[in-house]
């Protein structure tokens, strides 16, 4: 039985993604889930937030292909051998506390993308074993880390873009949420992310029909959206209440029109009556800081990292914000929530 995979995906940047993934990883731990962290963005932001600069000299400023025992210490050290004549290697994973650990990304990572596009196009051949191993790396080493730790769910960040590596990310998720921001560039990457989505997950079925007896256990590449988490990012005390409200409550049509591809999406919803958005959450600008000084997330600060007055009301307030999230989620994910 494999994991299951949630990646947060938008083709759009700045919408708090990292952020979200970083807060729910802590949340879920909290709730006793053993939860799996995969950065496959190129930047890898989300690496960089858990781990602090030694620790990232240490895994980056090194030209061996794996860490002790064949093990990779991040996700590009465990698929290079592919580039070359080898196979996966297995992950080392960074324990950040129990029940939490991260499979680090990687700077390098964005060499893998013209590899990934030729196989993309060779796994429709005569000889597919090869291409399916590149283009399935990601959910192999996920797997496998997964595995070891005995996780009960895999959150995969990647990066705002539609090229090859999302794509191998995106056919390594069960489940997908996009995040949005309220403004017209959310709205524009949703039209571009939906029928994306959608082609992916049409052209990857027809690559496992093409391999009808594989040798290994590949990804559905179900990518089933879960719905969607609003972030404020965007809200100024400058900006009119009326241009935020112009776009917010265009989210759940165009939302069920390009992801879910509905005909006729009902009108009249916003994200607050909407069944599909999962959370509405504030940006905690003033928490921030606090937060990446301390290396924990925001709603875990205290007294200790400078949480006082207005601020400590701020925590408590954000704990309340993303524990109802991971209940949402948790209950929308079928495999979490029987545990």
């Not at 991260?102 to 993308?113: A, H, I, M, R, T």
């Not at 997964?146 to 960040?157: S, T, Y």
């Amino acid at each position: 039985m494999t994991c299951p995979v949630l990646t947060f995906f938008n083709n759009k940047g700045g919408v708090g993604k990292t952020s979200l993934i970083y807060h729910l990883a802590w949340m879920l731990s909290n709730k006793q889930l053993n939860v799996l962290v995969c950065d496959l963005d190129p930047q890898a932001n989300l690496t960089a937030a858990f781990l602090d600069e030694d620790d990232l000299a240490q895994l980056w400023d090194t030209d061996m292909p794996g860490g002790d025992a064949g093990e990779g210490q991040t996700i590009f050290q465990c698929i290079r051998p592919l580039t070359e004549v080898g196979d996966l290697l297995p992950p080392k994973l960074r324990r950040i506390r129990r029940g939490l650990s991260l499979l680090p990304g990687d700077l390098s990572l964005s060499g893998f993308e013209d590899q990934l596009s030729t196989e993309w196009v060779q796994s429709m051949g005569t000889a597919p074993y090869r291409p399916f191993r590149v283009l399935t790396a990601f959910w192999q080493v996920c797997q496998l880390g997964a595995k070891r730790m005995e996780a009960d769910i895999i959150l995969i960040d990647v990066g705002p873009n539609l090229g090859a590596i999302n794509r191998s990310a995106l056919i390594a998720s069960d489940y997908l949420i996009v995040p949005l921001a309220a403004d017209l560039f959310s709205l524009q990457g949703l039209k571009n992310l939906g029928p994306t989505l959608y082609r992916w997950r049409t052209e990857w079925n027809k690559r496992l029909e093409n391999w009808a007896a594989p040798s290994f256990e590949l990804p559905a590449g179900r990518m089933q959206p879960l719905g969607y988490v609003v972030h404020q990012h965007s809200v100024r005390l400058s900006r009119p209440v009326r241009a935020y409200d112009r776009w917010i409550n265009r989210i759940p049509e165009e939302f069920r029109h390009s992801v879910l591809r509905e005909a006729s999406p009902p009108a009249g919803l916003s994200p607050a009556t909407d069944p599909l958005c999962i959370a509405t959450l504030k940006h905690y600008r003033s928490l921030i800081p606090l937060s990446q000084e301390a290396r924990k997330p925001v709603f875990e600060l205290s007294v200790a990292d400078g949480a006082i007055g207005s601020h400590h009301a701020a925590v408590k307030e954000a704990y309340r914000d993303f524990e109802r999230m991971a209940d949402e989620i948790i209950s929308r994910v079928p495999e979490l929530d029987v545990l």
